[in-house]
């Protein structure tokens, strides 16, 4: 997929909300457009959790596709999107896992978060943390590591940005070219959960069991406490 040249601005209050919002006033934005911001004072992952983001310290930006994909298929999209941040970290020297359905781990902690939304067309958020020191991450109520921490020197977010669309592109062609067919087995080559007991989803949602694997969309596969077979379309894995 070709990704467009970043839209860089110094404060944004989320883009992926900046981006769905242009889209509904009838802006006509290309394939690929990408939506940058050097700081976030209202951004938001998976439940309206709050992703907040200091000038130059981590990377948050939204990419726009007019993808024609069925829902089903757009469940494997944000781990298109995993793979390819892991991509670009294997190349910079950090060894990183995926977490079903969309983060990115390095040493079972979070790096990377990922969100997809349908509107006026999909639009999929991204956050890393590069410049996130030990300081900030221990205050952080998950456990978090970041580009700095890992590897032990700042980098400048626009260079990553860059560098990363480069494999972000190679791994959502694929998932255009073949949905989560396409990415099945590199994913599960870097999947963290497989064979492990997990909690996933939320109060009345949550479900427990042992990943068994992916279904042909993507879904999680979980053996419950039964011993009963499930599939799991959404909820985040905890342990």
Known sequence: MKLQRPQWYDELPSTNTTLSEWLRDGQELPDGFVLAARAQTAGRGRYERRWLTQPGRSLTFSMLLHSKAPNMQLLSLPMAAAL????????????????????????????????????????????LNVNMDANEAAAIDRPATSL???VGEERAIEEVLDELLIYLGEWIGR????????????????????????????D????????????????????EDDGMRAEVWAGDVGS
């Open 204 to 223: 009345a949602d949550r479900r427990t069991g042992v990943v068994l694997g992916f279904g042909a969309a993507g879904q999680l596969l979980l053996r």
């Open 175 to 202: 998932w255009e070219d073949g949905g989560f067919a396409a990415l099945r087995g590199a994913w599960e080559a870097r999947s963290a959960n497989i064979g492990e007991y997990v909690e996933v989803g939320e």
């Open 84 to 127: 390819g941040v892991a991509a670009y970290l294997d190349a910079s020297g950090v060894a990183a896992q995926t977490k079903w359905p969309n983060d990115v781990l390095v040493g079972g902690h979070k790096i990377c978060g990922i969100l997809a939304e349908r509107g006026e067309a999909v639009v999929l958020g991204i956050g």
């Open 148 to 150: 700095l921490i890992e």
